[in-house]
C-alpha cells in the first residue's frame, strides 16, 4: 500500500518554464490537496478538490492549475514558474478524519 | 475565516524539563490535529482531536483540546533530545474538510 506518491522530488525550473506536479493516492480517498510549504509560513492550501472532476481555490491559488480526472490522480500545474513559487509543495488525502500527506516536492525557480 | 495560532514559534529546551505549546483557532472547529516534521520529511500525525475535552496522550506528548476556549496544547514531559522537531497544529472548519495550518514550533531540546 503506497499512500500518497508525489513525482517529482526535486525539480529545477527556470523563470517562465511551465511544469505539472503529480500526485497519485491508491487509499480510494474522495478528497484531495496540495499545499505549499514555506519557512516560517506553515503549510498553506493552494487548491483542492472533492471528488473525481471537481476542483477548488485554496488560500494562496494564484499561478496555479490543478486538475482531477481520476479519483486517484491531482495534477498541479505551473504554467509560467516564478521565483516567489519556490517553495515545499504538499499533497495530502482524506476520506474521514485521517490525512495522509506525501512525501513533498522541492521546486526551486530560478 | 478560519486562522490559527501557534506560540511559541521557536522553543529551545533542556532534556528533563516541562513545557507546552498553545494551538489557538478563530472560529469553529470540528477537529484539530496535531503534527511532527522532522527537516526535510513529510508530516507525521501524531493526534486528532474530535471533541470537547478530548485527551489524547503517546509517550512523552499530550494533546488536550478546548472548543470553548478554542484552544489546543501540545504538553511536553521530561523532553528527550529525539523530541527535537517542528510542530504544527492545524484545524478544520466545521463542516469543511480544509486543513489550517499554524506557522510551527520549533522545538530544540538541548541535552
Known amino acids: 500500500n503506497a499512500g500518497v506518491t508525489q513525482t517529482p522530488k526535486f525539480r529545477v525550473l527556470k523563470t517562465g518554464q511551465s511544469m505539472t506536479l503529480l500526485c497519485a493516492q491508491d487509499m480510494n480517498h474522495e478528497y484531495m490537496y496540495w499545499y505549499r510549504q514555506d519557512p516560517g509560513m506553515g503549510l498553506r492550501l493552494i487548491h483542492y478538490?472533492?471528488?473525481?472532476?471537481?476542483?477548488a481555490k485554496g488560500e494562496v491559488p494564484d499561478g496555479y492549475n490543478v486538475s482531477r480526472l481520476k479519483k486517484q490522480n491531482f495534477l498541479l500545474g505551473l504554467e509560467s514558474a516564478a521565483p516567489s513559487q519556490t517553495s515545499v509543495y504538499f499533497c495530502?488525502?482524506?476520506?474521514?478524519?485521517?490525512?495522509?500527506f506525501g512525501s513533498g516536492t522541492r521546486l526551486t525557480v530560478v | 475565516e478560519l486562522k490559527v495560532e501557534q506560540n511559541p514559534l521557536f522553543l529551545s529546551m533542556q532534556e528533563g524539563k516541562n513545557y507546552t505549546i498553545y494551538c489557538n483557532y478563530s472560529?469553529?472547529?470540528?477537529?484539530l490535529y496535531w503534527y511532527r516534521q522532522d527537516p526535510g520529511k513529510s508530516l507525521e500525525s501524531l493526534f486528532v482531536l474530535l471533541s470537547n475535552g478530548a485527551v489524547k496522550q503517546e509517550g512523552r506528548l499530550m494533546a488536550s483540546l478546548d472548543t470553548k476556549a478554542r484552544l489546543s496544547t501540545l504538553h511536553i514531559t521530561a523532553a528527550v533530545h529525539d523530541l527535537s522537531a517542528t510542530y504544527f497544529c492545524?484545524?478544520?472548519?466545521?463542516?469543511?474538510?480544509?486543513?489550517?495550518f499554524g506557522k510551527g514550533t520549533k522545538l530544540s531540546v538541548i541535552p
Open positions: 492545524a484545524a478544520g472548519g466545521a463542516g469543511s474538510y480544509q486543513l489550517t
Open positions: 478538490s472533492v471528488g473525481e472532476g471537481t476542483t
Open positions: 472560529t469553529t472547529s470540528d477537529r
Open positions: 495530502a488525502s482524506t476520506k474521514n478524519y485521517g490525512y495522509t
